[in-house]
């Protein structure tokens, strides 16, 4: 679908599932979480194992990031922010110590946590005087993802 589809801007993509995205299943239904990366003229899709092919990044197991900033540079690296929280990169260490330090997310903030089934989002603010504008630095809201799905489908009545 993603191959065929006509393409017009850059964007990253995470694909997976909470059953399937682990490496340590052995089985033939681990597909891993991939990145997507695709734009008008590329299509680029990578595992943890082949993301990063440069000493600038480090491969971390069951980790697909991308590096907002290109390395070496005076930015903070992504992977070395990684890297120091690795083995416990819940939804609050994310958003406290790695996306509000790196300020990447500054339209739309979202962090995923499978183990939680949880979503936590924060939005910018096209003008907010008593608090920070960018999105890695608001508030984020925690959305239960389990009772979310389990909303009963809306009635749509004739008018």
């Known amino acids: ?17 909470f059953d399937r995205n ?21 299509f680029n899709v990578f595992s943890w194992q082949d993301m990063y092919n440069t000493s600038q ?9 991308w590096d907002p900033h290109p390395q070496p540079s005076s930015h903070e690296c992504f992977g070395s922010l990684l890297v120091d929280h690795y083995g416990h990169l ?23 946590d499978y183990a939680e089934n949880a979503a936590y ?22 959305i239960d993802m389990a009772k979310l799905f389990a909303e009963p489908a809306p009635i749509i009545e004739d008018y």
Not at 1 to 17: D, F, K, P, W
Not at 57 to 65: A, G, I, T
Not at 93 to 109: A, H, K, V
């Open 1 to 17: 679908m993603l191959i065929n589809a006509q393409r017009t801007c850059s964007v990253h993509l995470g694909l997976g599932e």
């Open 121 to 142: 989002i924060a939005y910018s603010a096209p003008d907010d005087p008593k608090g920070p504008i960018e999105a890695f630095n608001r508030v984020h809201t925690r």
């Open 90 to 112: 819940d939804a609050p260490s994310i958003i406290r110590n790695i996306t509000s330090l790196l300020e990447t997310g500054n339209t739309l903030n979202l962090v995923l």
């Open 57 to 65: 990044h480090p491969v971390l197991k069951d980790v697909v990031y």
């Open 22 to 42: 682990t490496s340590t299943k052995n089985d033939d239904h681990n597909i891993g979480f991939l990145g997507i990366e695709y734009s008008a003229k590329e």
